[in-house]
């Protein structure tokens, strides 16, 4: 596919008054291009749009549409060219939906003309890919915010445009007609119109579009395929917000979550935890205990695993692996110097196989140097444990170093409130009261 | 609403309005404080255009050279004043947009009112600059009010109402202060205030008539745009029209139509707002249809409003402005009032 620049942004600066809005913006589209364009409020998502369709002239900086200058252009041959679709449609007289549609047929036609044959033909398939052909003959001011955003969306489609603009499409769309309106503009794309849409949500951009930009301040922050651009430590800059970025379990497009807050005090006691997890056992733990406020690092961890994703996601501390790899010697020796640096270190319910030992084998030498290390839910061990009773072994072995158990996540948070009202907290543990009883570690 | 083309909806409508024209052309001519038969009229007419009329019967001279200037003046000002008020609706979104809200027809009534106490009586310069001086007026209390809006290069319809408001207030003391001053012509100017047909002779109608014609075609062949134009400027950039410089055109030439009227027939006003929101109940709001239309509705309309100004309190004459008035507020607020539910 040949991929000539349709729209390019030459060093763009807009203001509204003395309110400068965007500040030297340089931006090239590339014909064919699903371009979404998002950012915070007021960040110029708007104004650059506006600057694309030629609404808005630049104080500085040129747009050129396939090598020529914007302003060149007349309002007629351009509205050939590029047509808008706008966030809020202003409707004001009860025109027909017919009408309104045809309208777009205004820059094809000769002045003080008839609508010709064609104008209708090219108006009803418009209005049909829409989903407003149904809604013909109403009147524009009977319908809903959603179905008015249908209309428009084929007044711009009847304009047969190369590069159709949009300014958040799916603003008034409930959620089925939301997806509708996605992946009609993504059979547009694929037909060759280059598209460029200003998106509120980044999860919807980044299922749809194949580049992202992001605005912050009236600059360009960020651009690149989606997984290039959503990215935690990016959206925080910009957006001054943690964000858990994990992928669409089946699209693999990246997908932001927010992180609620726990609505819960944060703890004052500086304890620094371990987590020796995997495969998502630890993930919640780990935000939970994270947003509590105590330093958690987490070993070792899959690259791209659940757990993985969630501690990086969270700037947790993490020895790693490759993906689906066993546990290598870097990896262990890494993990265990983070766990010595830890107060607690905890096993999660992980399954144990050969190539994960490694993160049971890791406690031996934790123990010999007086860690408090504890496993939990060790009932269940048996069902968790690939390695013919490798595993339950160790387990056994290390109850004589010292090592302590809890039945579930629960008995964490549990233990580590109760940690709090003590003094003696952090005095080394010695083994010695703890090989006979399973639960008994509440009292410490 | 009839869901057929707009062209079909123009063609049987204005088919309608055009005989309504002829009806009330004939009827009008035979109502008045001297009665002549309405077969009677018919028949003058009908020698008159043919140019058949040989004999100056009383009939003839009442209905040729009374009556029949004055209807043609009534339609003129009713068509100018209508299609104005339509095409700024339009152009403006908004309803209450007429050449009256503007403060265009206080300017056009500004210079009239100069002229009349400058030049009292019908000397030459009175006759000859009064439509002029109306123009004026009119053109330059719209650019005043045009500049007056334009902020940042971007004129806003909510500025542009306010503006025109402060414009009428201003020139309703300037009004006052001529009037104050214009002591014998005082009567003149209070009467023509009021708006009245009967100011002007047959005349002053064919000087001013191609101005009329040639404003109203052009805004007639602008509904396209006009249409496109209440989506607001922007979308209507989008869509390909050149709105600074359509938007211009069509101001300067309502301007143009209601100095014009004003200097015809004084200050009639509610027809450039009651005609055009009746047509668009009944036909829509498609441009195409509603100025032309309008226009010639507009027209039917005063030559009946001037029917009974004459007629009503015969030999007495009222003013056509207290008619329209009295007709127009009661159907406005009926409208307003329905509109809301």
Redesign the interface.
Known sequence: MVSDVVLKILDVECSY?AHQVLRGVNLEIPRGAFLGIIGPNAAGKSTLL?TL???LKPVRGVVFFSGRDLAEF???????K???V?QE????????VL?VVL??R??H?KR?S?ESKKDFQVAEKAMQLSGCWHLR?RNLLELSGGERQRVVFA?ALA?EPEVLLLDEPTNHLDLASQLEMLEILRNLNKQGLTIVAVFHDLNLAAQYCDRLLLLHQGKIFAIGKPEEVLKPEIIKKVYQTDVLVVRHPLTGTPQVFLLPGLGEEKTDVPLRLHLVCGGGVGASLIGQLVRKGYTVSAGVLNINDTDWEVAKALGVEVAEEKPFSPIGRQAFVANLELAMKADLIFLLEIPFGKGNLPNLEVLEPLLEAGKRCYLLNPEELPDRDYTEGQAIELVSSFKELGLKFLPDQQAIMRLLEEWGKEEDVLAPAAGERTHSSLYGEQQG | MLRINWYQRLFWSMLLLVFLLFLSVIVCTALGSASVAPAAAFKVLFQWVFGTEDVQTTAAVIVTRIRLPRIVLAFFVGAALSAAGAALQGLLRNPLAEPYTLGVASGAAVGTALTLVIFPGDTFWGILGMPLVAFLGALLTGIFVYRLALVEGHLAVETLILAGVIMNSFMSAVLSFLLTIAGENMHQIIYWMMGNLNLRGSEYLLYTSPYLVVGVIVLCLFGKELNILTFGEETAGQLGVSVERIKKLLLFVATLLTGVAVALAGTIGFIGLIVPHLVRLLLGPDHRVLIPVSAVGGGVFLIWADTLARTLLAPVELPVGVVTAFLGVPFFVYLLRTRKR
Not at chain 1, 74 to 80: G, I, P, T, V
Not at chain 1, 89 to 94: A, I, L, M, Q, S
């Open positions: 008054g506006k369709a030629a609404t007349s309002r007629q041959d351009l509205a050939k590029i047509s808008v706008p449609p202003v409707v004001g007289f009860p025109f027909s009408d309208m777009g205004y820059p036609q003080f008839f003959d007044r304009q």
